[in-house]
């Protein structure tokens, strides 16, 4: 098993940034991806950001230019650096990690923390 802790999560105005941390511990592994989620009261769950462990990242359209994903292996942590941060990113965000084996896209991540509040002020 692979539990994931977030932090970083908070309130800002817009135009502001927050940084979003994800630590990872258990069978880290088995950890091929992790990544960035997150979910919009009355939404679904969407995907913000993630890269794999040879350090190839993906982004949702709506983020990319403003927000950077990043890998410590050796920490096993990843950071969501958001900047320009605008009032439709207001959501909770979820750290989640794919086993090797499994396919994030096709399946959605194996594991799941239990995520942290961003809330953006205009």
């Known amino acids: 098993q692979v539990q994931l802790v977030e932090s970083g999560g908070g309130l800002v105005q817009a135009g502001g940034s927050l940084r979003l941390s994800c630590a990872a511990s258990g069978n880290i592994f088995s950890i091929n991806a992790m990544g960035w989620y997150r979910q919009a009261p009355g939404k679904q769950r969407e995907l913000v950001a993630v890269?794999?462990?040879?350090?190839?990242?993906n982004y949702a359209d709506s983020v990319k230019g403003r927000f950077t994903i990043s890998r410590d292996n050796a920490e096993n942590t990843v950071i969501l650096q958001m900047n320009s941060l605008k009032p439709e990113d207001t959501a909770v965000y979820y750290c989640?990690?794919?086993?090797?084996?499994?396919?994030?896209?096709?399946?959605?991540?194996?594991?799941w923390g239990k995520g942290t509040l961003v809330t953006v002020s205009s």
């Open positions: 890269i794999s462990s040879g350090g190839t990242t």
């Open positions: 989640g990690a794919e086993r090797y084996g499994s396919s994030y896209l096709v399946e959605g991540m194996n594991y």
